[in-house]
């Protein structure tokens, strides 16, 4: 009996390798007749390709930067307006435009040598953004402008790091569009 119950294990066992078997070579045919006689340099050369036009559809960290500008200009006007869930709205989009920049180019050739930009903005989100945070949680008006003039302080020493030190943050005097009620007791558009 316990060679009859061997034998059976061994047939499922030899049935199954040779349906994987058959699996796999169909696949390989598949992609043999997909691309047939496929050179793996010509290959290269194609997805290299396609990476340089790809790449070449995704805005460059100026653009984003600009973003980033806008949201934390605003972020400003929001919380002078004493908009907490505005501001707290501007900051998110602020942070994730920060990281969005912040991977399409984390090291930059800066005067001194390679800048950590990625490192760089992990360290503004994790001490001068949390700071930003935790003032507009506790809606307090005195703490929001300290985090944000520390803010802009961590921007100007990236920008100096990166070779870039005209690009000199400050308050915003006003707002970068106005189709933006700051005033969060304001209602509906007419």
Same mark, same amino acid.
């Given at each position: ?10 047939? &499922? ?71 907490? %869930? ?7 989009? &602020? ?69 870039? /030190?005209?690009?000199? %943050?400050?308050? /915003? ?16 558009? %007419?």
């Amino acid at each position: 009996m316990r060679f009859k119950v061997g034998m059976a294990v061994l047939l &499922v066992v030899v049935v199954l390798t040779d349906i994987g078997v058959t699996a796999l070579t169909r696949r390989a045919e598949a992609v043999e007749n997909k691309f047939p006689g496929a050179d793996p340099g010509a290959a290269i050369v194609q997805l290299q390709a396609r990476v340089n036009e790809l790449e070449g559809r995704v805005p460059n960290q100026a653009i984003v930067m600009t973003h980033v500008a806008y949201h934390f200009t605003s972020l400003w006007f929001a919380a002078k307006h004493h908009n907490w %869930p505005l501001a707290d709205f501007y900051l998110g989009e &602020v942070r994730d435009n920060l990281k969005w920049a912040a991977r399409i180019h984390p090291v930059r050739e800066g005067p001194a040598g390679e800048v950590n930009v990625a490192g760089i903005a992990d360290a503004v989100d994790n001490t001068e953004f949390s700071k930003l945070a935790q003032a507009i949680h506790e809606k307090r008006s005195d703490a929001f402008v300290r985090a944000y003039d520390e803010t802009l302080i961590a921007c100007a020493a990236c920008h100096q790091a990166i070779g870039k /030190p005209y690009l000199r %943050p400050q308050r /915003p005097t006003s707002p970068e569009v106005r189709v933006i009620h700051f005033d969060e007791a304001a209602g509906s558009p %007419p």
